[in-house]
DNA sequence: GTCTATATCTCGATAGAC
DNA sequence: GTCTATCGAGATATAGAC
């Protein structure tokens, strides 16, 4: 009979978790893991500063369990990819939209903030190379090579065509946040790279 | 007579100076400025942390007058294009390889970072707005619309066309510094977004 | 569970010896 | 001119009251 309120507990737990982390994405998404305070997330939480620490142990053990998840979320859209059958222009293209959109673009903005400034933590780092962007572009490289047989794509090597064409996606995530841009109807233009 | 003396000491505290910049340039790129220790900024000139303050004032002062001379950097790089006489192809693709090029790739970097990180103080954003991306796109504009009518170019609004153009640029300086990759093979590739 | 208070540390900046 | 020592602000992380 101790169950409920134990399940309950749980629950409560679990949902201020989620809701520090919530705001702690936003945050290092932006200003990078230096230059976020924890005062700055608990804020953003509307929490006191000292209570993020009953929930995660240290700003490392918080920003580098955004990182696992953001991976875990690239990974997962890269696999649906695979299960929509249609032409390898459409499925690259519905993988650029998916991350371009509002809502996934925290992600992606902290695994760049991650991968490019040195400040990261070595815990974090172990998991940034866990799932390499070279394991990313394997799994995109039969649909490339598809493509480059049905004439739909152009020639060259598809690994570098691959590795160029999700480097400027990247960079134009980061380059959108300021200017406001909204790149998605530009999806067009930059497929063109791949394009024959 | 007094005079050599005085240029020689004057000289030698010019050198410093450089030598300071040329260290915190290298870190405020890859590392943003909070990220960037000033200690870290001192051993990599190989100087006392302490003698840092002798030559600037504090770390914005530094950062500031960094992002100025990169500002600098990329307008004279933009305004020598014009005078090149030759296709706007040539124009675009010369522009575009400075801007790839090992040696301008520290003051892209350091833009880039003032540019999207939030972390950065007020005196620097007036320096950038000062430049605004805005104002380097208009410049280009005529070489873009130049292009549109001999054909070498595609159709569509000229400075949407340029602001994605020089943020995809922007975006592969930033992913190339960890995976140690050179685009400069790849500007071909990156031509085809404007191309025809 | 949550907050406030505080110990401890790190960093920017200054002072003073050489 | 340069270094070492140190101050003071602000940040991480902990402790203790409610």
New interface residues.
């Given amino acids: 009979m101790m169950k409920v309120n134990e399940n309950q507990t749980e629950h409560i737990y679990d949902e201020r978790r989620e809701q520090i982390k919530r705001a702690a994405l936003k945050l290092f998404a932006?200003?990078?893991i230096?230059?976020t305070k924890m005062s700055m997330i608990a804020d953003e939480a509307g929490i006191s500063q000292g209570l993020t620490y009953r929930y995660f142990n240290s700003k490392e053990e918080l920003f580098t369990e955004l990182i696992q998840e953001a991976m875990d979320e690239s990974q997962s859209a890269i696999k649906n990819i695979h299960h929509l059958p249609s032409t390898p222009t459409e499925q690259i293209r519905a993988l650029t939209k998916i991350m371009l959109d509002e809502s996934h673009k925290h992600y992606f903005l902290l695994v760049?903030q991650a991968?490019?400034?040195?400040?990261v933590p070595e815990r974090t780092k172990q998991v940034l190379e866990q799932y390499s962007?070279k394991d990313t572009i394997d799994q995109l490289l039969p649909i490339l090579i598809k493509g480059q047989q049905t004439g739909e794509f152009c020639a060259?090597d598809p690994f570098?065509?691959l590795?160029?064409y999700f480097?400027?996606?990247?960079?134009?995530?980061?380059?959108?946040?300021?200017?406001e841009?909204n790149?998605l109807e530009?999806v067009d233009?930059?497929m063109?790279?791949l394009?024959k």
Same sequence: chains 1, 2.
């Fill in positions: 932006y200003r990078g230096t230059g760049q991968q490019t400034s040195e400040g962007s060259g570098r065509l590795l160029l480097s400027v996606i990247s960079g134009l995530i980061l380059q959108g946040v300021h200017s841009a790149w530009e233009s930059l063109k790279i394009m």
